[in-house]
Nanobody, 119 residues
Framework: QVQLVESGGGLVQPGGSLRLSCTAS????????MGWYRHLPGKERELVAV???????TYADPVKGRFTVSRDNAKNTVYLQMNRLKSEDTAVYYC?????????????WGQGTQVTVSS
């Protein structure tokens, strides 16, 4: 089994910063894409930012220039540095990883961490 454990969510004022972390563990041969999605109230889950094993990144338009995704391949960990946070960033943030086990490739998700931006 593969587990993704997230940390770093919480309450922050508008304009503030938070850093999310997510570590994958289990019987993993390799991980390709890792990243972050979010579920805003009343909306579908949406992509925030993803990063390939080689470091190529993709960002959703609303977060470009404010959020930075990075990863430490040796630690199977992905990070999301969120700056200049806005109230509309309030959501549950989910870590995602596409990993290969003995049974083949599959998608895995974290349990979600709440980010609340409010004064």
């Amino acid at each position: 089994q593969v587990q993704l454990v997230e940390s770093g969510g919480g309450l922050v004022q508008p304009g503030g910063s938070l850093r999310l972390s997510c570590t994958a563990s289990g019987s993993i041969f390799s991980i390709s894409t890792m990243g972050w999605y979010r579920h805003l109230p009343g909306k579908e889950r949406e992509l925030v930012a993803v990063i390939s094993s080689g470091g190529a990144t993709t960002y959703a338009d609303p977060v470009k220039g404010r959020f930075t995704v990075s990863r430490d391949n040796a630690k199977n960990t992905v990070y999301l540095q969120m700056n200049r946070l806005k109230s509309e960033d309030t959501a549950v943030y989910y870590c995602h990883a596409r990993a290969r086990r003995v049974s083949g490739w599959a998608d895995y998700w974290g349990q979600g961490t709440q980010v609340t931006v409010s004064s």
